[in-house]
T-cell receptor, first 111, second 113 residues
Framework: RKEVEQDPGPFNVPEGATVAFNCTYSNSASQSFFWYRQDCRKEPKLLMSVYSSGNEDGRFTAQLNRASQYISLLIRDSKLSDSATYLCVVNIVGGFQKLVFGTGTRLLVSP | NAGVTQTPKFQVLKTGQSMTLQCAQDMNHEYMSWYRQDPGMGLRLIHYSVGAGITDQGEVPNGYNVSRSTTEDFPLRLLSAAPSQTSVYFC????????????FGPGTRLTVT
């Protein structure tokens, strides 16, 4: 079983739609959680951290359910510029605090 | 402030050749890592370093060496290139701690023929 699992998509949505991505992780010792965004042929960049209480940044809302080992990302009012791959990332506590990346969910927003 | 820089951006090697991918960061980050990204596999950790003079293996270290003589630089050496090492390689850096952002370089696209 992969440490971090995501639906690869692609999710095809029209502009203005609301879309949700899910991610599950297997290591219950995981301590911190993130969503990164990766544009085609570019490096990943941090979109937002994910906290147990849930957090929002503009049109983006992230949720964490530690009991179910589940992370979500909700994007409201999708823009063409949101088209990218979204990577779920988990920080495993240990000597190095390893970051484990999901394979990513691809989002395509169309006019 | 350039962040994380990598050279070269593209490289084609023949099987058996060796080369070094360069990585540098100007943010004084202690932690640096090398990843490879392949379709359907996500980012996989090759080697990492928690500070100058300290390196360790990640999940896919075979065929690669690293060294960390300074805080800024973390080169990745391919000892004898194989077609299985065709990939996109990303270098990254971050401060130690659970909640810090990891910064990535722009990547090196390597093809081994």
């Amino acid at each position: 079983r992969k440490e971090v699992e995501q639906d690869p998509g692609p999710f095809n949505v029209p502009e203005g739609a609301t879309v949700a991505f899910n991610c599950t992780y297997s290591n219950s010792a995981s301590q911190s959680f993130f969503w990164y965004r990766q544009d085609c042929r570019k490096e990943p960049k941090l979109l937002m951290s994910v906290y147990s209480s849930g957090n929002e940044d503009g049109r983006f809302t992230a949720q964490l359910n530690r009991a179910s080992q589940y992370i979500s990302l909700l994007i409201r009012d999708s823009k063409l510029s949101d088209s990218a791959t979204y990577l779920c990332v988990v920080n495993i506590v240990g000597g190095f605090q390893k970051l484990v990346f999901g394979t990513g969910t691809r989002l395509l927003v169309s006019p | 402030n350039a962040g994380v820089t990598q050279t070269p951006k593209f490289q084609v090697l023949k099987t058996g050749q060796s080369m070094t991918l360069q990585c540098a960061q100007d943010m004084n980050h202690e932690y640096m890592s090398w990843y490879r990204q392949d379709p359907g596999m996500g980012l996989r950790l090759i080697h990492y370093s928690v500070g100058a003079g300290i390196t360790d293996q990640g999940e896919v270290p075979n065929g690669y060496n690293v060294s960390r003589s300074t805080t800024e630089d973390f080169p990745l050496r391919l000892l004898s290139a194989a077609p299985s090492q065709t990939s996109v390689y990303f270098c990254a850096s971050r401060p130690p701690g659970l909640d810090y952002e990891q910064y990535f370089g722009p990547g090196t696209r390597l093809t081994v023929t």
